[in-house]
């Protein structure tokens, strides 16, 4: 099981960055996929980004490629999501999510989550 943690949401404005950040509390993060999914209201959870444990390769939603930058730290068990470029349809809950599968865009693969930190970019 792990434990994560998310931080660094908040109010922006149209065109504003932010970069949230994934604490996880296990002796195995390196065994694990990790990703960013997002869940505005009345929606359905969404995947935004994913890592596979290397680090090397990255996955987006369309609708955040070339905006958002998922990225790792294995040695302090840390997951980023830089986020630029911000719009209104980006305001939701950002979760972080870990999946012992290779990788993987259905939260149905992802086992562990965290509590979620609000995101709202206000135009």
């Known amino acids: 099981q792990v434990q994560l943690v998310e931080s660094g949401g908040g109010l922006v404005q149209v065109g504003d960055s932010l970069r949230l950040s994934c604490a996880a509390s296990?002796?195995?993060?390196?065994?694990?996929?990790m990703g960013w999914f997002r869940q505005a209201p009345s929606e359905e959870r969404e995947f935004v980004a994913a890592?596979?444990?290397?680090?090397?390769?990255?996955y987006y939603a369309d609708s955040v490629k070339g905006r958002f930058l998922i990225s790792r730290d294995n040695a302090n068990k840390m997951v980023y999501l830089q986020m630029n470029n911000l719009k209104p349809e980006d305001t939701a809950v950002y979760y972080c999510?870990?999946?012992?599968?290779?990788?993987?865009?259905?939260?149905?693969?992802?086992?562990?989550w965290g509590q979620g930190t609000q995101v709202t970019v206000s135009s």
């Open positions: 999510a870990a999946s012992l599968a290779a990788w993987s865009t259905d939260p149905n693969e992802y086992t562990d």
């Open positions: 296990t002796n195995t993060f390196g065994a694990y996929c």
């Open positions: 890592v596979p444990w290397s680090g090397t390769i990255q």
